[in-house]
C-alpha cells in the first residue's frame, strides 16, 4: 500500500463520522428552506387574494348564486360563469325521505325541481350523483 492511499484511508475514517453529522444537517437545512419557501409561497398568494378581494365579491362567494343565474352545472366558476369540465354533470341532488317524500334540488342555488319532470329526470340522468334515502324505515 502506497503512503498517499494510507494517508487517504486514514484520512476517511477520521473524518467519516462528521461527514455523516454535516450530511444530515444539511439535510435538515434543505428541509427548513424548503419549508420558509411554501410559507412565502402561501403567504404571498393570500395577500393577493385579499387585495383582490371587495365586499361585493366577497358576498359572491360567500353566498349562495340566485336560482334563475345558476346554471345547476358542478364546475361552473362563480365569478366568470365559465365550465371547468366539459361534460355536464348537473349538482342535483335526490333524497327520499322518512316518510317516503321524494326531494330533488340542487345543491349549488337549493333550488327545488319536480321529480316527475321529464326535465328533472334528464338532468338527473346526466349526473354523477346517486340518489339518497334516509335510513329510517318507512312506517306503513
Ligand atoms: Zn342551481
Given amino acids: 500500500m502506497k ?3 494510507r494517508f487517504n484511508v486514514w484520512i476517511y475514517r ?3 463520522p462528521y461527514w455523516t453529522v454535516l450530511e444530515v444537517s444539511v439535510k435538515n437545512l434543505e428541509r427548513e428552506y424548503l419549508q420558509a419557501l411554501e410559507y412565502k ?3 404571498i398568494a393570500r395577500k393577493k387574494f385579499r387585495d ?6 366577497y358576498k359572491q362567494l360567500t353566498s349562495r348564486p340566485s336560482q334563475e343565474s345558476c346554471s345547476h352545472i358542478k364546475g361552473v366558476s362563480r365569478v366568470y360563469g ?3 369540465f366539459p361534460v355536464k354533470d348537473y349538482a342535483i341532488m335526490w333524497h327520499t325521505h322518512p ?10 342555488c337549493g333550488k327545488q325541481f319536480d321529480p316527475k319532470d321529464p326535465e328533472t329526470i334528464k338532468m ?3 349526473s354523477t350523483n346517486t340518489a339518497t334515502a ?3 324505515p318507512v312506517r306503513r
Fill in 3 to 5: 503512503l498517499s492511499t
Fill in 14 to 16: 477520521k473524518l467519516k
Fill in 41 to 43: 409561497k402561501a403567504e
Fill in 52 to 57: 383582490g378581494m371587495t365586499p361585493e365579491l
Fill in 82 to 84: 365559465t365550465r371547468r
Fill in 99 to 108: 316518510d317516503a317524500h321524494v326531494e330533488v334540488k340542487c345543491m349549488i
Fill in 124 to 126: 338527473l340522468q346526466s
Fill in 134 to 136: 334516509s335510513e329510517y
